[in-house]
């Protein structure tokens, strides 16, 4: 039979250096490219299946699918993703030792419900927590299936919640997880209490930052006067004619404040609303106003605190 890398899940192989697989021992339990990337955190180019791909594999399959997002990634493109699925499915906020513990978890979802009109369950788990609302042997079987693929955006944390299911049913197996995207690239099936359970590659998305969240993220309040500039890792400006309120929800990045106003095209802002910045958070943007910023690719929502 053949052997998968507990990395990547590609088939092991010891005859083609280039090709993904290759070992120089089939005895090993990880390729090389894994070996490297586990010893060494070195990243090789990968072959990624593309979103479509996936979606277009997946749809094919039956079972329940738990896609898990962090609620830092959070966007109208990911959201999207998850809504391509046809399978029975549940939408699960990972990582959420990064929410503050004041943030109540049905508040979100009512929220969430309702900006992105999502009409399937949503529950929360963090994997460094230990912790999971949601048992996903048991909500399979419910649903009367015997099969369920953790799925998600790269980097959400699939496969650390593999890694915690497993050791929690006495099974001494290890997937590999890493801070680099695209680390799992297969389905990787795995059989925990008469279920399958599937790892798989994550779906790709615009992500600005690389950097991943580490610990509660901390919300920063300011009080801005008129023609203030937020400058964000010293690239990306708004710039506010007006004087405001806002909350950044942002991922390891530096802000400047700078009484200057840019030029630029100009972007009208609800009362109470987040300005949404992929990869990077969000900044919450208390009074209605217009904006000049640089950042393209961002999405306006309506904010958690209305609710
Ligand atoms: N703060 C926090 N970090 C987590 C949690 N779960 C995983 N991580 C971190 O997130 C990073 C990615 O974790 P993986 O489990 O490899 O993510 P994945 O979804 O399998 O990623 P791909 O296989 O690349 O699609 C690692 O650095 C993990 O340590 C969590 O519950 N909280
Ligand atoms: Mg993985």
Same mark, same amino acid.
């Given at each position: ?30 390729? &090389?490219?894994?070996?490297? $990337? ?5 990243? !090789? ?8 791909? $996936? ?21 109208? &493109? ?7 699925? !046809? ?14 513990? *004041?943030?109540? #978890?049905?508040?979100?979802? @009512?929220?969430?419900?309702?900006? =992105?009109?999502?009409?399937? /369950? ?16 048991? #909500? ?21 919640? $593999?890694? @915690?299911?497993?050791?929690? %049913?006495?099974?001494?197996? *290890? ?13 990787? !099936? ?7 359970? +599937? ?5 790709? +998305?615009? %992500? ?7 610990? /509660? ?15 964000? @890792? ?7 004619? /007006? ?5 950044? #929800? $942002? ?8 009484? !200057? &106003? ?35 690719? =961002? *999405? ?6 209305? &609710?």
């Amino acid at each position: 039979m053949n052997k998968i890398c507990y990395g990547c899940g590609i088939t092991l192989q010891n005859t083609n250096k280039d090709a993904l697989g290759y070992t120089p021992k089939l005895t090993n339990d990880l390729c &090389e490219r894994c070996f490297r $990337l586990k010893h060494y955190g070195e990243v !090789k180019e990968n072959d990624l299946i593309s979103n479509a791909d $996936l979606i277009k594999t997946i749809n094919k399959r039956k079972g329940v699918v738990f896609f898990l997002i962090d609620f830092l990634n959070i966007n109208e &493109e990911n959201i999207n993703i998850f809504k391509s699925i !046809k399978l029975p499915k549940v939408l699960l906020i990972s990582k959420c030792d990064i929410l503050r513990k *004041e943030m109540k #978890y049905s508040k979100i979802s @009512n929220w969430l419900k309702k900006v =992105y009109n999502i009409t399937s /369950e949503i529950s929360y788990c963090s994997s460094i927590a230990h912790f999971s609302k949601i048992n996903i042997l048991k #909500y399979t079987a419910k649903l009367g299936y015997n099969t369920c693929f953790l799925m998600g955006i790269t980097n959400a944390g699939k496969s650390t919640f $593999l890694n @915690n299911l497993l050791k929690d %049913n006495n099974i001494k197996k *290890e997937v590999l997880t890493s801070k680099e995207k695209n680390t799992t690239l297969r389905f990787m !099936k795995f059989m925990i209490d008469d279920i399958a359970v +599937y790892d798989t590659p994550g779906f790709t +998305y615009y %992500n600005m930052n690389s950097s991943l969240p580490n610990g /509660e993220i901390k919300p920063l309040s300011y009080n801005l006067k008129q023609a203030s500039t937020i400058i964000i @890792n010293n690239d990306l400006y708004l710039s506010f004619k /007006e004087a405001n309120k806002i909350v950044c #929800y $942002l991922n390891n990045v530096s802000i400047k404040k700078e009484y !200057k &106003e840019q030029i630029g095209v100009e972007i009208k802002i609800p009362q109470n609303s987040d300005l949404v910045i992929p990869g990077l958070g969000f900044i919450n943007i208390k009074e209605e106003c217009m904006i000049v910023t640089n950042i393209n690719n =961002y *999405e306006i929502r309506s904010s958690l605190s209305e &609710e």
